[in-house]
């Protein structure tokens, strides 16, 4: 998945949780449907958030890693 693709599933749970968070309101806290479907949703959202820092966390080192390979040419 890319980072674009990532990002926009991310935005797209996050508005989800807040379209059930403010339909639901006071609603949600005794209905377990609702919690559920939250918790899942929150589950999924954690999962992706972790998946987008080690996408980015590899993206900053292999640039680092070019950036290095580059300057070694540029002296070389």
Do not use: C, F, H
Not at 8 to 22: H, M
Not at 45 to 68: G, K, M, S, V, W
């Amino acid at each position: 998945m890319t980072d674009e693709r990532l990002i926009s599933t991310i935005e797209r749970i996050e508005r989800a949780l807040v379209r059930l968070e403010s339909r639901n309101g006071a609603r949600s806290a005794g209905d377990p449907a609702v919690v559920e479907a939250l918790g899942q949703l929150q589950v999924r959202y954690d999962r992706l958030a972790e998946r987008e820092q080690r996408l980015r966390e590899r993206a900053t080192a292999a640039l680092d890693r070019l950036t290095a390979l580059i300057d070694q040419q540029k002296a070389g």
